[in-house]
């Protein structure tokens, strides 16, 4: 991926801040910022150019597309609980907006002749398990029932991406030509960042009662204490992206893989934070909505192919994730913070 020309939309989310971190450190790519927000002052360097912008923009999209980015990674989304309370917004940005810019990168493609990978961060919110196999790790084509806006957004998007890739790559073949948009993508588990305080996510409880307690502040947890699901840190959910979108075409069987670390509950996290935070004020009050959600996904995911495909390997298990990552990292985010804070005071 050295000396790349690389999009990333919605650059002000988790997701969005960690990796364009990453991507900067090589100073051989060039990252084009896109975000609603005005993020400019978040991006000091000198290969990142930021853009203030909405991706259900027709015009602003059709002008990025004649930039010729060699990689797309398009993170901008409506979260899960955000989407439910705003589906007609949420189609707009995960489905038309996605299908829109899928469209447009598979002309621009053949058009010029090149090769574009569409790098998508999918969920297991496009599953809907059976609750009866509840305990049994899901594959990728297991459950694909779900029961959010959000799930069936992704899950469109995935098959869409799919669907095009294949297409271009027929009609390039037809044509004797070597354009074609490489789609690839990622799903997700729930992922534990220690920088940014997650908005709008069913699996937010995690990180929200880390952020809570650092922050000294009470917090009821809005699942019940024996509710599972499969997380990442976000230092291997960048990881993986970047593993993915390096791994060579004959190695994949498969445009979308799935990926998970460890599967822990709502109260084994709870008890690790209280252990870092002694003080730490977190109790349950389970929302009845946001709980059906969680218990309609997979509690453990198989993530097999994305080993034996691409190496896929998380770096840090559930005891690592927390005392030699989350923990750490989230104290020092708070204590620059108040050391802001004092000296803008003073």
Same mark, same amino acid.
């Given at each position: 991926?050295?000396?790349?020309?690389?999009?990333?939309?919605?650059?002000?989310?988790?997701?969005?801040?960690?990796?364009?971190?990453?991507?900067?450190?090589?100073?051989?790519?060039?990252?084009?910022?896109?975000?609603?927000?005005?993020?400019?002052?978040?991006?000091?360097?000198?290969?990142?150019?930021?853009?203030?912008?909405?991706?259900?923009?027709?015009?602003?999209?059709?002008?990025?597309?004649?930039?010729?980015?060699?990689?797309? /990674?398009?993170?901008?989304?409506?979260?899960?609980?955000?989407?439910?309370?705003?589906?007609?917004?949420?189609h707009a940005v995960n489905v038309d907006a996605s299908?829109?810019?899928?469209?447009?990168?598979?002309?621009?493609?053949?058009?010029?002749?090149?090769?574009?990978?569409?790098?998508?961060?999918?969920?297991?919110?496009?599953?809907?398990?059976?609750?009866?196999?509840?305990?049994?790790?899901?594959?990728?084509?297991?459950?694909?029932?779900?029961?959010?806006?959000?799930?069936?957004?992704?899950?469109?998007?995935?098959?869409?991406?799919?669907?095009?890739?294949?297409?271009?790559?027929?009609?390039?073949?037809?044509?004797?030509?070597?354009?074609?948009?490489? /789609?690839?993508?990622?799903?997700?588990?729930?992922?534990?960042?220690?920088?940014?305080?997650?908005?709008?996510?069913?699996?937010?409880?995690?990180?929200?009662?880390?952020?809570?307690?650092?922050?000294?502040?009470?917090?009821?947890?809005?699942?019940?204490?024996?509710?599972?699901?499969?997380?990442?840190?976000?230092?291997?959910?960048?990881?993986?992206?970047?593993?993915?979108?390096?791994?060579?075409?004959?190695?994949?069987?498969?445009?979308?893989?799935?990926?998970?670390?460890?599967?822990?509950?709502?109260?084994?996290?709870?008890?690790?934070?209280?252990?870092?935070?002694?003080e730490a004020q977190i109790g349950y009050n389970p929302?009845?909505?946001?709980?059906?959600?969680?218990?309609?996904?997979?509690?453990?995911?198989?993530?097999?192919?994305?080993?034996?495909?691409?190496?896929?390997?998380?770096?840090?298990?559930?005891?690592?994730?927390?005392?030699?990552?989350?923990?750490?990292?989230?104290?020092?985010?708070?204590?620059?913070?108040?050391?802001?804070?004092?000296?803008v005071s003073a």
């Amino acid at each position: 991926m050295n000396g790349s020309s690389i999009l990333v939309t919605g650059a002000a989310g988790e997701i969005g801040h960690a990796l364009i971190r990453e991507l900067a450190t090589n100073q051989g790519n060039h990252i084009t910022a896109l975000d609603l927000r005005d993020i400019s002052r978040e991006y000091s360097q000198r290969n990142v150019t930021t853009i203030r912008g909405d991706v259900c923009d027709s015009s602003l999209i059709n002008s990025l597309i004649e930039k010729n980015y060699d990689i797309v /990674f398009h993170l901008a989304a409506l979260l899960s609980t955000s989407a439910e309370n705003n589906p007609d917004r949420a189609h707009a940005v995960n489905v038309d907006a996605s299908a829109r810019l899928l469209s447009k990168l598979s002309i621009n493609a053949l058009e010029r002749n090149r090769k574009v990978k569409f790098i998508f961060p999918s969920s297991i919110a496009v599953h809907g398990v059976d609750p009866s196999a509840a305990d049994a790790p899901v594959k990728e084509d297991q459950y694909l029932n779900p029961i959010t806006v959000y799930g069936i957004n992704k899950l469109y998007v995935e098959q869409f991406g799919a669907y095009l890739a294949r297409r271009t790559r027929n009609t390039a073949l037809r044509l004797n030509r070597k354009g074609q948009l490489i /789609f690839r993508a990622i799903r997700f588990p729930g992922i534990l960042s220690p920088d940014t305080v997650p908005t709008g996510g069913t699996s937010d409880y995690g990180p929200e009662m880390l952020h809570a307690a650092a922050q000294g502040k009470a917090y009821e947890c809005f699942v019940k204490p024996d509710s599972t699901l499969p997380f990442c840190t976000m230092s291997d959910a960048v990881r993986a992206l970047l593993m993915l979108v390096d791994a060579p075409e004959e190695n994949l069987t498969r445009s979308v893989y799935a990926i998970t670390a460890f599967s822990v509950s709502a109260e084994q996290i709870r008890e690790k934070v209280c252990q870092a935070f002694p003080e730490a004020q977190i109790g349950y009050n389970p929302d009845p909505a946001r709980l059906a959600i969680v218990e309609s996904w997979p509690r453990y995911i198989d993530d097999s192919a994305a080993r034996n495909d691409w190496g896929w390997l998380p770096e840090y298990n559930f005891e690592r994730a927390f005392t030699e990552n989350l923990i750490p990292a989230v104290r020092n985010f708070y204590n620059k913070a108040e050391s802001h804070h004092s000296s803008v005071s003073a």
